[in-house]
T-cell receptor
């Protein structure tokens, strides 16, 4: 019940296209859903996050869509660029559980010119 | 602000050897974490700490130990290295009381056990 399932494992998108990564969870107590971006040789960095009181959050070309009833959330990258090529992790946590993040297995995104 | 600093960046250990992975943060974050990252497996929590003197096990604690004597430092100890501990280790810190908190990760330690 603590798992966060992420798909796809890898994604190839052409420059200018839309990249979509999906995550699903079981624990209804999760109330914080961040996405992390990791470049090779670096640690993950917070990209964007959402709480369940909203269904969508947009920051520039990055949008999180959240479906509370389906227990799913997704990351959309509009106008994907080669510089977006990285591994993306979704995660979830509960505010009361010392904020331990449970991570998905990651999606390796490659954007080709 | 250096953020989260991990040392060493790379290390090769022989089976049965011991080592300490160092982690330091200068953001006065009270929460600190150790994760390991294996290909296709995401990040698994090894140990975490909510403040100096307080530590607790995560999802995969076997074979590891931690201590937290100060807010700044959170070392991870491997006592008897095994090939299964070959991985990339990340230390992270957070200050969850802020409105839009996130983890700050270090750049990782790549450990190979042979």
């Amino acid at each position: 019940q603590q798992q966060v399932k992420q798909s796809p494992q890898s994604l190839i998108v052409q420059k200018g296209g839309i990249s979509i990564i999906n995550c699903a969870y079981e624990n209804t107590a999760f109330d914080y859903f961040p996405w992390y971006q990791q470049f090779p040789g670096k640690g993950p960095a917070l990209l964007i996050a959402i709480r369940p009181d909203v269904s969508e959050k947009k920051e520039g070309r990055f949008t999180i869509s959240f479906n509370k009833s389906a227990k799913q959330f997704s990351l959309h990258i509009m106008d994907s660029q080669p510089g977006d090529s990285a591994t993306y992790f979704c995660a979830a946590s509960t505010s009361y559980n010392t904020d331990k993040l449970i991570f998905g297995t990651g999606t390796r995104l490659q954007v080709f010119p | 602000n250096a953020g989260v600093t991990q040392t060493p960046k790379f290390r090769i250990l022989k089976i049965g050897q011991s080592m300490t992975l160092q982690c330091a943060q200068d953001m006065n974050h009270n929460y600190m974490y150790w994760y390991r990252q294996d290909p296709g497996m995401g990040l698994k929590l090894i140990y975490y700490s909510v403040g100096a003197g307080i530590t607790d096990k995560g999802e995969v604690p076997n074979g590891y130990n931690v201590s937290r004597s100060t807010t700044e430092y959170f070392p991870l100890r491997l006592e008897l290295a095994a090939p299964s501990q070959t991985s990339v280790y990340f230390c992270a810190s957070s200050y969850p009381q802020t409105a839009n908190y996130g983890y700050t990760f270090g750049s990782g330690t790549r450990l190979t056990v042979v």
